[in-house]
């Protein structure tokens, strides 16, 4: 304090309302031998010149604020520079920019601080301390700032956003500090970089040299210096490196994804371990509340949704659906309803239109009402195919119900007055089949289930049944299942690992009789579950690939039923009484629905070329004798009035692009069923005596042409569109006919992930956001999985444009039989990739 500094008191006390205006960004202290009655600068001083009271080193305090408004935001009002001399007396600026304002006070000199109590640096970015000024208080914690320049701007002004590269490094912070009397604001910045306590002022006006000096010195980061992403593309072994630029928006919006994709808790940005693992990775990066999270992911479902409407209106398709009803643990009913398509690319293509709560009864009316409601929300209403549903009565009911509707509200859009619309989910058929047989074997079972938990329920007998299948040579890996009572194709399962290890079961009965004696299947019993476990394997293959919904499931449908029709009528006229039984209980369950989904499928598997007309002909002359040729002229007909319907609503020039040939698909559509080697079947279907091809429509000439060979790896859908030039109208019908599903499984597995339903925890959710949640995430992965396609179509295209430039249009080229074929007319298949 200056000897003087009584007669400075009075002064400044009253200037103390001015102060309070004043940005203090380095007030200087009145030297020791300075008048009392120096005047202080005030707002709107002219600059002084060399001759002005001479100062020492001085250092910024930041907004001057009063201790009772110390809460209040402080005003931004801009002052004149000072000049001053230095301790020799020799003018010199000692002002940051130029700008300098003196505390008023009660006569004491200002002091150098910090944001926290102490010192500050003396030049901007030096790293030095002041040694000459008192500590001020601290009387208010640090807050946090993000994102703009909050350099203390006035409160009427909008603060200035950083745009420096140099702060994804540090985080801002404002400090509220008191000294003499009066309180201060400043901002200062913290290094994010873990155990690192750099920091400094962060003013506007300080600049980032200093910033930027640390970085390059401690951390190794320089100014300019360009980040590159290094990164796998999804599916494919390719690595991409690009310049990488932080982009917070864009993380926080691949955060939000993340907790939608994998079933995160909106409130894992609470959990305290998650949160350490962020900071690590980007110290800034802001973590929301689980209120923001759900809000933003209802964001971004309403914007997935919106894409996928204005889609819908430019495709030209009719779509499939599947629908499905579903009880959470909550008691709430769902309704999922999922449209199916084939689109421009041929590429076959599943969304979930809609996941809701459906209150009240699940009467037919009902159902009917609701899916209508879906469709013309979505404006598909008039662009139906074929909807998919499992056999429940109320189905029968809303299916009638639907179809009266959209043929007089719809202007009779279905095709053929809706013949196609209701098919039935072949799953559940094979599921109730699979039941009845299960009920007439029921014993055997009971003792191969009693035999497989002895062993498993004891660590000792199943470490003597593994002893007893090393001697007999086998794999000790597979293990045993315990099949559910409720579940047939656990029962195929615990058949299936059972007959594995039966010599191992032998074994050890004879080993321990008193224990397995009275459990252990006699052979006879052995014999009725490896005819069991055939016919159950031959149902769990074909639900597998029916379930599938990447692939066109309709024109296998057909063949795959007939295989099964003809196993349930050789064993019904066996030798064992029990499989006999156990054959007619199945046989009579399976003609129950096999005559109501024969016809739509039947035209189906018309349309794979491979099969066309011939193979309904062998199984009819299989199932009806003689008299065959009646139900295959019936067939016939159906074909001909929807090829006629297609005739009359579209233009029989194709409006279906026939771009480059298609991309292998990733699942082999025809495994199953080619495995299954008949070679009458394949006799009958390559005869072509009695073909002729003279004076031939379009549908007349399909049929007329021999079916091609059966392949292990043949794409329907790329045939097709390959083919959609000269079969302009077929192609269409193609098109929307290979997009019925056979299965509801599509919608099922909206509930499931892994075999459980809807999460515990999100089944507590409203259902409103239940349906953001399920719909986003199909939508999202499959906007992914199209990507990655249109990646492979545009290779191929490349390809194909090297090819021909390479070889002329009408070389031959010997194909894999050694057969010539023209380049120019040659369909690239599955073998020739």
Known sequence: MPPNGDSSASDSASKSKLAKRYFFLEPP?????????APTPTLGTKRPGPASASSGGQH????CVSAKDASATPTHCSAPSLSATNSEGVPGEHARDGVAISVPSDGGSGSDVGGNGTQVQAERGSGQQGSDAQNPV????????????????????????????????FTKKKVIIEDKGKTYLQVWAHCDFPNCKHKGRAESNYGTTGFWTHLRT???????????????????DITAVEPYRYDEQASLKKFYLAIVMHEYPFNISDHEYFIEFIKSLRPSFPIKSRVTVRNEIMSMYLEEKDKLYNYFKNVDCRFSTTMDMWTSNQNKSYMCVTAHWVDDNWCIQKRILNFFHVEGRHTGAKLAETFTEVMVKWYVEKRLFALTLDNASANEVAVRDIITDLNVNGNASLVCDGIF???RCACHILNLVARDGLSIIAPTIDNIRALVLAVKGSPLQWEELMKRATECGLDTSKGLSLDVATRWNSTYLMLRDALYYKAAFMRL???DRRRYEKITPSPAEWGRAYKLFQCLKRFYDLTELFSGTLYPTANLFYRGFCEIKLLLDDWSTGQDATISAMAFSMNKKFDKYWKKSCTTLAVACFLDPRYKKRLIEFYMRKFHGSSYQVKVDELVAVIKKLFQFYSTSVSSKNKTENGATMPPSEIDTADLLVDNEDVELESYLYDSSGLGVDNLNELDKYMADPPLKLSEKFDILAWWKNQSKEYPILSKIARDLLAVQVSTVASESAFSAGGRVIDPFRSRLDPEMVQALICTKDWVAAARKDRRVHS??????????????LLPEDTEVADSDGEAEVQGTHNMEFGDL
Request: glycine share 8%.
């Open 509 to 511: 009965k004879s080993s």
């Open 138 to 169: 601290l009387i208010a914690g640090e807050e946090h700032m993000q994102g703009q320049d909050e350099d203390t701007q006035p409160s009427g002004k909008r603060a200035k956003k950083c745009t420096s590269d140099v702060w994804q490094y």
């Open 792 to 805: 492979i179509v545009g290779d191929l295209e490349v390809i194909e444009a090297l090819a021909e430039k």
């Open 421 to 423: 619309f209701h098919v």
């Open 60 to 63: 910024d305090l930041g907004v």
């Open 29 to 37: 202290p009145r030297p020791v031998n300075s008048s009392p009655s």
């Open 218 to 236: 401690t951390h190794s980061i320089v100014k300019g210096q360009q980040q590159l992403k290094v990164e796998k593309d999804h599916g494919t």
